[in-house]
């Protein structure tokens, strides 16, 4: 079996060398003209118009990258191969929109071919290209410069340290875009409601709530109600109220902790134990719009399996329980 040589480990380090001295280039060539290309997507945008990437072969992989992060950060944007936008796509394109053509040499074929297409509709239009000097290049409004010295690639061919160029500066379009915007960390979680970063600055206790939770004795009910009422709950612990009452007042909670403790002491108490006499009288409580990822945390804190929901003038809600909130995804 082949095995990984001297040279073959240096050859990856040479690639991270020289894409990370390509990308750390870039920032030089963030001034007015990036700024006005912001402006001008921003301002499109005010108009319903949109962001369209193009390009072709590696480009165009780039390109659906960079369409993706700008979709969740809160620019709108879309995808069209350059070939296909000769063959019907076109249409994608709206009059307001603004066409970003992505091209190591500025000079691919499919693109050249597409710009009088866009030229004659007065499409916005910016190149992001190796070559300034290019025939994409000089027919777009506003460029973007992702020229490098050279291709990790040792025979300078194969597109490396080009890409991580295009898809950095497709990145700090996107951040600025977002930034520009005041685009929230609320707003990224609406952008991604399925994935666990959404869930987590979204999902809140009173969404993990369930019925079956929301277990309670009175305070004068003996160890014989109270331990079936633990049990019944599948949530370790069970509610103290006033009264026994649905709407009483949150007195404490007994938890299967607490019960162990109690079986503890002189089994001739046991006959005699009440709810209040081995409940805990400050258990840790929280509202139902917390969010479950803070929650969590509380519960991991204080080393406890389950929290007290508690609405407005004290009300108990039910309990949620650590397994509950991991089993949501938030993390």
Not at 36 to 53: A, E, N, T
Not at 234 to 257: K, P
Not at 261 to 289: F, G, H, I, N, Y
Request: proline content about 4%; aromatic content about 2%; some cysteine.
């Amino acid at each position: 079996m082949t095995k990984p040589t001297p040279e073959s480990l240096e050859a990856a380090r040479r690639t991270i060398d020289m894409e990370a001295k390509a990308i750390g280039q870039l920032s030089g060539r963030i001034g007015d003209g990036f700024e006005r290309i912001v402006q001008l997507i921003l301002s499109q945008g005010h108009r319903s118009g949109k962001l369209v990437f193009t390009g072709i072969g590696k480009s165009a992989d780039v390109a659906r990258k960079t369409v993706a992060t700008l979709n969740s950060t809160g620019t709108p944007s879309a995808f069209l191969h350059a070939a296909d936008a000769l063959h019907g796509d076109l249409g994608l394109v709206g009059d307001e929109d603004v066409v970003v053509a992505v091209s190591k040499s500025g000079a691919t074929a499919e693109v050249v071919k597409l710009l009088p297409l866009l030229q004659s509709r007065k499409i916005a239009m910016v190149a992001m290209v190796g070559n300034v000097d290019s025939p994409v290049a000089r027919a777009s409004e506003h460029v973007l410069d992702v020229s490098v010295e050279q291709e990790a690639c040792p025979h300078d061919l194969a597109p490396t340290t080009s890409s991580a160029a295009q898809l950095a500066m497709g990145d700090a379009l996107a951040m600025a875009l977002m930034a520009a915007r005041g685009f929230s960390s609320e707003d990224f979680a609406r952008h991604h409601p399925g994935g666990s970063l959404g869930r987590r600055l979204l999902l809140k206790l009173g969404d993990v709530l369930e019925p079956a939770h929301r277990v309670y004795v009175g305070p004068d009910s003996g160890l014989k109600d109270v331990v079936p009422a633990v049990s019944a709950g599948r949530v370790g612990a069970v509610a103290v109220l006033e009264n026994g009452e649905e709407e009483g007042r949150l007195l404490g909670i007994v938890t299967d902790g607490d019960l162990r403790r109690a079986l503890e002491r002189d089994p001739k108490e046991w006959a005699s134990l009440t709810a209040q006499d081995v409940m805990q009288t400050q258990p840790q409580c929280l509202a139902p719009d917390t969010l479950a990822a803070d929650a969590l945390e509380r519960l991991e804190s204080h080393r406890i399996s389950q929290i007290v929901v508690q609405e407005e003038k004290g009300r108990f809600a039910g309990f949620v329980h650590l397994h509950q909130l991991m089993d949501a995804g938030i993390r």
